[in-house]
């Protein structure tokens, strides 16, 4: 199984704007960008780059909210109450819209709340062991493991996230055994991969690189395709042994259910401008992110297609979070 966002090529022609503002009048106010996640941080720092473009293409500010709190439970119950006119919009994760939902049995509810508007970017994670084991590639892992029967473990930022449902997914396709260590947070897994006392981790580039930089982990592989991998000379995992291996994380921009689609069509038209600004790249890319446009029906698929892969993860090494 790879879970993975190869249809991105589908594309429709996009609606005049002007037209659009002639038909409907939108947007007849500001807008506001909701982030399930605390200023500061990676989704913060690109909502708040596509909320200033987006408003300058279609004329009117737009305000990023930050509403942290219960995985997305916070964002989500706003937009639950929001109006449906387009002038509020979920900037969404996919563990937001797909992944914590599956974990709660909310999937279904959620996915009837929310329409989808555009992906905005991926970010695949970065597969790193520790160089006190010295491992140097993804076959040497497997290798290691399997000589080590139940002697390896890998951490992650917490139960039920992508990356660990990541290490879930590998240990299937390589028919190995490894120990999860759960910790609260980033920043401490990490010190422990470099001590050691972690061996293994999927996470995001930009918090990995300076341990990488200076050989305290060595990275093995990336979950997905990434420019900025490909530059640093990191195969993917599904180029190294593992053909069927993939997933990425990314982010979104939903609207609530009932917003007219005329409305979604314009937001598409503008993110679909925005997105294809090079100097957006060149902005996201140092954080691992890579800009990708999507139609409102590719997306659907997206968050559609991933729950499918996700949920067997989930079921076959029975992980709960209730």
């Known amino acids: 199984m790879r879970i993975g966002l190869r249809f991105l090529g589908v594309a429709i022609a996009a609606l005049s704007i002007a037209s659009a503002v002639q038909a409907q009048g939108f947007p007849a106010k500001s807008l506001s960008f909701i982030v399930p996640f605390a200023a500061g941080g990676p989704a913060d720092i690109v909502a708040r780059e596509v909320a200033r473009l987006v408003g300058e293409e279609l004329g009117k500010p737009v305000v990023v909210e930050n509403q942290p709190g219960g995985s997305g439970v916070v964002a989500l119950n706003s937009m639950n109450r929001a109006t449906a006119d387009g002038h509020t919009l979920l900037f969404a994760a996919s563990g937001t819209v797909v992944i914590h939902p599956l974990l709660t049995g909310k999937f279904d509810e959620i996915t009837k709340q929310l329409v989808p508007v555009s992906l905005i970017s991926t970010s ?28 390896l473990n890998f951490g992650s930022a917490g139960t039920g996230g992508a990356a660990h449902l990541g290490m879930e997914m590998f240990k299937s396709q390589a028919n190995i055994d490894a120990v999860h260590i759960p910790y609260k947070g980033t920043s401490q897994v990490i010190a422990d991969l470099a001590s050691g006392e972690v061996q293994a981790l999927f996470s995001s580039m930009p918090s990995l690189k300076p341990l990488i930089d200076r050989g305290a982990v060595v990275a093995i592989g990336m979950s997905g395709p990434s420019a900025g991998a490909e530059k640093m000379g990191i195969p993917e995992i599904s180029k190294s042994g593992l053909a069927e291996f993939g997933y990425t994380t990314w982010y979104g921009l939903f609207a609530p259910t009932g917003t007219p689609q005329n409305t979604v069509n314009m937001l598409n038209a503008a993110l679909k401008k925005v997105l294809a600004n090079p100097a957006l790249a060149e902005k996201l890319s140092p954080q691992g992110l890579d800009v990708r446009y999507s139609t409102p029906g590719a997306l659907g698929e997206i968050v559609q297609t991933e729950a499918a892969g996700w949920l067997k993860i989930i079921k076959e090494a029975a992980i709960s979070i209730k």
Do not use: R, W
């Open 124 to 151: 695949p994670h970065v597969l790193v062991v520790t160089s006190k084991i010295g491992v140097k590639s993804v076959k040497g892992l497997i290798e290691y493991a399997k000589a080590n029967p139940g002697k």
